[in-house]
Nanobody, 126 residues
Framework: QVQLVETGGGWVQPGGSLTLSCTAS????????MGWFRQAPGKKREFVAG????????NTADSVRGRLTVSRDSAKDTVYLHMNNLKPEDTAAYYC???????????????????WGRGTQVTVSS
C-alpha cells in the first residue's frame, strides 16, 4: 500500500506561484508513475501533469503547459507540481496519484491510477 499526502495548496492572486508537494509513505515511489489531477466544483477530474518511473518522461496538459511542471525527488519519495502564472481557472482541488503497472507510461485517465491522496485546495483570485 502507498499513502499519498498533498501539501502546499492555498490562496494566491492571479499571476502568482505555488508549489504543491506529494509525499509518499508505505513504499518507495521511484518505480511508480505519478500524476497530478485537479477537480473544480461541478467539473470532471482532469489530468494536469505526470512523470513516469525513473523520471524518464513527463507530460503536461495543454491547458497548463508552460505554466505548470512536475518533478520528483526520489530520495524524499516526493513529487512536486510547480505552478507559475496562475489563473482563476486553475482554481480546483489538486490530487496526487500513483500507479505501478505500466509505469513507463503516463496515463491521463484517472481510473488507471491505483493510489490517490486526499487533495489540496488551490484558489486563484484577486
Amino acid at each position: 500500500q502507498v499513502q499519498l499526502v498533498e501539501t502546499g495548496g492555498g490562496w494566491v492572486q492571479p499571476g502568482g506561484s505555488l508549489t504543491l508537494s506529494c509525499t509518499a509513505s508505505g513504499r518507495t515511489i521511484s518505480t511508480y508513475a505519478m500524476g497530478w489531477f485537479r477537480q473544480a466544483p461541478g467539473k470532471k477530474r482532469e489530468f494536469v501533469a505526470g512523470i513516469s518511473q525513473k523520471d524518464a518522461l513527463t507530460n503536461t496538459a495543454d491547458s497548463v503547459r508552460g505554466r505548470l511542471t512536475v518533478s520528483r525527488d526520489s530520495a524524499k519519495d516526493t513529487v512536486y507540481l510547480h505552478m507559475n502564472n496562475l489563473k482563476p481557472e486553475d482554481t480546483a482541488a489538486y490530487y496526487c496519484t500513483a500507479r505501478l503497472e505500466y509505469s513507463d507510461y503516463i496515463s491521463t485517465v484517472p481510473y488507471e491510477y491505483e493510489y490517490w491522496g486526499r487533495g489540496t485546495q488551490v484558489t486563484v483570485s484577486s
